[in-house]
């Protein structure tokens, strides 16, 4: 039986739209233009999901969303609004609103939301590893923890702000001969200064011959510094030592307190460094929900200063607004998603392509490869991904696209 998704709209040129998304994934629309008219239709027949606007001409959408939830078996509920007031958004979450979309309507947005309800995503995921990343430079960094895992030397962990100091000096230790035995953080930025070594020794009698992780040292003044060496240099520290500094701050180490720490060395970069790493990061974050292709894409664009604590963060963000299963760009926050993002997508794509575009074009004349060959490629690639975006149905992407049916068989033929 084909699912009937009630849209109660009083603009009529956005009710056929919204009606043509719903068609557009073979569910029937049933449209109702004012709250009664809506509620009386919910009492004729079952509906997967109900497309609801706040302005209706007779009551209030909230209104409806509340006589909705008061139905035996309420169907999901995605309201939408042309003015979004604070209110608005907490009375509609309140009352058990799945989405919330603000006019002017992203269609595209609507219609993998509209997806989700049929197709939820599964939620059980296996439990993700300590540290992820499959780029080239999270591989060296592995390399070394993996050497520092079976050593007993001193570990020097260099990195921006966020970028995973303190999770790789714990994986090190978990997996070192002195797991058993506790890794305590000393932070001088926690103590007053004229209590600062003090707290170092308590740090030292604490960790006794187990790990001591010594957080940002390279931010420690020279009078904390000298004291530690001199600790070092009397063997007053039976500990194990990890340290952690950002690679700006690293030369403000004394040099001899650095060749001290510095037996190995793990560098970690920033994430801007390790953008392939990124769809895989997301996902570990958010556990059972997915990204959207989209939102993906905005995540591989933005800058991101605070490296993988940002992006963590952001999929929290996510999760906590994104009631489905498909995290969409709206959901994400809006440090992310800038009014001009478009533009910018544009101006990474064209940065991408000339960077591909000089790679295949290096050489000489006779070796220069032809440029139909060049268009086939990005072409093949754009007709993949669009294909994807349209479940693999040339007849929908050609209907969506303008394209002629004809033509795109054949380029599919092609490829």
């Not at 009375?91 to 309800?117: M, W």
């Amino acid at each position: 039986m084909t699912p009937a998704i009630l849209i109660i709209e009083d603009e009529y040129a956005l009710a056929a739209a919204l009606s043509t998304v719903v068609r557009r994934l073979e569910a029937t629309p049933v449209v109702a233009a004012s709250g009664q008219g809506g509620i009386d239709k919910l009492g004729t027949q079952p509906f997967e999901l109900v497309i609801l606007d706040v302005g209706l001409p007779d009551m209030s959408g909230l209104k409806v969303l509340e006589k909705i939830q008061a139905l035996p078996q309420p169907p999901p509920v995605m309201v939408i609004t042309a003015h979004g007031t604070l209110d608005t958004a907490l009375e509609a979450r309140r009352l058990g609103a799945r989405e919330y979309f603000l006019k002017p309507l992203n269609l595209s947005d609507i219609q993998r939301a509209i997806r989700e309800v049929f197709a939820p995503a599964k939620t059980e995921q296996p439990a993700p590893a300590t540290m992820i990343g499959s780029s080239d430079p999270m591989q060296r960094a592995f390399a070394i923890i993996a050497q520092a895992s079976s050593s007993d030397a001193p570990v020097l962990l260099l990195g921006p702000p966020g970028s995973g100091k303190s999770l790789s000096a714990q994986v090190i230790h978990r997996h070192s001969a002195r797991a058993e035995k506790p890794m305590i953080v000393f932070r001088a930025d926690e103590w007053p200064e004229e209590r600062a070594e003090a707290a170092l020794d308590e740090s030292i009698s604490k960790a006794g011959d187990g790990v001591l992780f010594l957080d940002e040292i390279s931010a420690w003044s020279k009078p904390l510094q000298a004291a530690l060496l001199h600790r070092l240099s009397a063997g007053m520290v039976k500990a194990r030592l990890f340290s952690s500094a950002s690679q700006e701050a690293a030369p403000h180490l004394r040099e001899d307190l650095f060749y001290a720490l510095a037996v190995l060395q793990v560098q970690l970069p920033p994430l801007c460094e390790r953008t392939a790493d990124i769809p895989a990061l997301a996902s570990a974050f958010l556990g059972g929900q997915v990204l959207s292709a989209d939102a993906l894409a905005l995540l591989k664009a933005h800058e991101w200063s605070g490296n993988v604590r940002e992006l963590k963060t952001a999929m929290a963000h996510a999760a906590a607004v994104c009631s489905g299963g498909t995290v969409l760009p709206h959901h994400l926050p809006a440090s992310i998603v800038k009014p001009d993002e478009s533009n910018h997508l544009e101006e990474t794509m064209k940065r991408s392509l000339a960077a591909w575009l000089d790679q295949k074009t290096t050489g000489s004349d006779e070796t220069m490869p032809a440029y139909d060959d060049l268009l086939e490629t990005v072409e093949s690639f754009m007709l993949e991904t669009l294909l994807r975006r349209f479940d693999s149905k040339p007849t929908r992407l050609a209907t969506a696209m303008k394209m002629n049916r004809a033509t795109l068989r054949r380029k599919l033929r092609e490829e």
